[in-house]
């Protein structure tokens, strides 16, 4: 199900190589590990995934990136808003938590062990984590939603395999607190 140590290696050498276009996204390597940077106009912005095996998935198929660095998969999803913007942080949590009951209907089955929590980001950004067992399955999933201006992000999270360690939580609070937003397009990390 998940590519073997030597397609990794490959993938991750081609990130390398200086970057990994998509026609909505690039890939560059970074410090932490990749940076993630949207060319979609209108909607620039970057994330900086931390890891030491960084793997992009369904490159071809997807509008948005996907990948699995180390022992976790992540997913980062923008969605437009198609409704007035909140004007105050508890609009911004309402928000939040609507499209958290929202994600939680539209899921088939139903999941089990559903917690959130409100968490606050880097410049008192609020943001919604929750966690649930999707139905069918043994392992906890991971999401994480804020807003910016008109996009609402959701970042997926799980482990990519059976017995990773660590708190696929932070991870993609660690991810969300590295986003950057900007009016014009995103130029590449410096060499």
Request: proline residues 9%; glycine residues 4%; negative net charge.
């Amino acid at each position: 199900m998940f590519p073997t140590s030597s397609l990794r290696l490959l993938v991750l050498l081609a990130c390398l190589i200086p970057c990994f276009a998509r026609a909505e996204y690039v890939i560059y390597k970074s410090v932490a590990g990749v940076l993630i940077i949207s060319n979609n106009p209108g909607k620039y912005f970057s994330f900086d995934v931390p890891g030491s095996t960084i793997t992009p998935a369904d490159l071809d198929r997807s509008p948005h990136p996907r990948l699995f660095s180390d022992a976790f998969y992540l997913e980062i999803i923008p969605i437009t808003l198609n409704e007035p913007l909140p004007s105050s942080a508890s609009e911004d949590s309402d928000l939040l938590l609507k499209n958290f009951e929202a994600a939680k209907i539209a899921r088939a089955g139903s999941p089990t062990e559903i917690s959130s929590q409100t968490v606050e980001l880097r410049n008192d950004l609020p943001a919604l984590l929750w966690s649930f067992i999707p139905y069918g399955e043994q392992r906890m999933f991971y999401c994480l939603a804020f807003r910016s201006d008109d996009l609402l992000f959701l970042l997926k999270s799980g482990f990519a395999e059976d017995q990773a360690e660590g708190d696929p939580g932070k991870f993609l609070i660690d991810i969300a607190n590295s986003f950057v937003r900007s009016p014009t397009k995103i130029p590449p990390p410096e060499k």
